[in-house]
């Protein structure tokens, strides 16, 4: 069951391999890769903490706000980009065995579309998050971005 610690491992600095379709919606498209920065910190005594992604080689920065609902257990990811200034509309689940799933929805270029982000192979030292969008409720679903997240060498985890 979900915990207002199950993003404790994400907390403090980390560096980001990106792994993005170039359209998040065609299964075939190609990918681009790229680098970046994260750090983490945890407020409300674990129960919501804040990331910034700083992409400098694409001059964005992104901000991820997380909460805990204690009565249903459940969290929200909030994402803003400093291309747009605005705040994503949120997606909303939880951890079982290691593995976090969480769902919302959005629209992407004018379609309406069912997002899912799941994290997954969590350590002290390395993590992964992967996005994926459906244009037909959740039938089928195009992986469109990854990260990899791994500690900078000589960073201990928090």
């Known amino acids: 069951m979900s915990s207002p610690h199950d993003f404790d491992f994400l907390h403090g600095e980390w560096e980001v391999r990106h792994r993005r379709r170039t359209d998040f919606l065609d299964q075939?498209?190609?990918?681009?890769?790229?680098?970046?920065g994260s750090r983490c910190w945890s407020l409300f005594d674990g129960a919501a903490n804040i990331d910034e992604l700083d992409v400098p080689g694409q001059g964005w920065k992104g901000l991820t706000l997380r909460l805990f609902d204690r009565e249903?257990?459940?969290w929200s990811l909030n994402w803003s980009s400093s291309r747009s200034g605005k705040l994503f509309p949120p997606v909303i689940g939880r951890f079982e065995g290691g593995r976090g799933e969480f769902h919302g929805d959005d629209t992407h270029e004018g379609k309406d579309v069912r997002v899912r982000f799941v994290w997954s192979g969590i350590s002290a030292t390395t993590a992964r998050w992967e996005q994926a969008f459906s244009v037909d409720d959740g039938d089928t679903w195009v992986t469109n971005w990854s990260m990899d997240f791994s500690r900078p060498s000589g960073t201990p985890a928090p």
């Open 28 to 36: 075939d498209s190609g990918w681009e890769e790229f680098g970046a």
């Open 72 to 74: 249903t257990r459940q």
